[in-house]
């Protein structure tokens, strides 16, 4: 069954340092979506991204946080600069176009960020 | 705006005994309805998913879940547990350009 593969699992960063996060979604999917879950609260929408530009973003995903697609493949999270309260798991999904299949995301197991 | 609620923060359930997790959701128009379960240190799985039709669904892993409209209501449900169900399970709605709206989690323990 295809998957959303997450890399790395676990990144440990200084706070004020830049993070990359990289995500493969699944190939014939269009739609890719980053999603976090700050250690027991609720996962958080952050932001949609279709044909090469953002669709969609929350109140959360401000001037600090970019994604892209810089290659065909993959899509990427960037934190510019972290703070402690970006500390979370971080997921990463990707869904068909279809409207039947656009919310039936499949999600990648998640790379979780800790900010020391 | 959407929302979820998933009043139960912890259920504790004996193997084979039955199991329902409850969920209501607040949004202005049809919902699309889902049900995903993070086992520890693992992604979110989709259970089951409902988009109209029958308002009982059924999905993975023999669970199923009801769409009651009159109570805002989309309800988990399995008729025997098993230990390996014991995991956290989110109730979530498919808002406004495409994105979930999750609940905070319902977390399942199962006894032997």
């Known amino acids: 069954e295809p998957e959303v593969t997450q890399t790395p699992s676990h990144q440990v960063t200084q706070m004020g340092q830049e993070v990359i996060l990289r995500c493969v979604p699944i190939?014939?999917?269009?739609?890719f979506y980053w999603y976090r879950q700050i250690l027991g609260q609720k996962v958080e929408f952050l932001v949609s991204f279709y044909n090469n530009e953002i669709s969609e973003k929350s109140e959360i995903f401000d001037d600090q946080f970019s994604v892209e697609r810089p290659d065909g493949s993959n899509f990427t999270l960037k934190i510019r600069s972290t703070k402690l309260e970006d500390s979370a798991m971080y997921f990463c999904a990707s869904s068909e176009p279809d409207r039947e299949t656009i919310y039936g995301y499949t999600f990648g197991s998640g790379t979780r960020l800790t900010v020391v | 705006a959407q929302s979820v609620t998933q009043p139960d923060i912890h259920i504790t359930v004996s193997e084979g005994a039955s199991l329902e997790l409850r969920c209501n959701y607040s949004y202005g128009a049809t919902p699309y309805l889902f049900w995903y379960v993070q086992s520890p240190g693992q992604g979110l799985q989709l259970l089951l998913k409902y988009f109209s039709g029958d308002t009982l669904v059924q999905g993975i892993k023999g669970f199923e879940a009801e769409f009651k409209r009159s109570q805002s209501s989309f309800n988990l449900r399995k008729p025997s547990v098993h230990w390996s169900d014991a995991a956290e399970y989110f109730c979530?709605?498919?808002?406004?350009?495409?994105?979930?709206?999750f609940g905070a989690g319902t977390i399942l323990r199962v006894k032997s």
């Open positions: 190939s014939n999917h269009l739609y």
């Open positions: 979530a709605v498919g808002g406004y350009g495409n994105k979930l709206v």
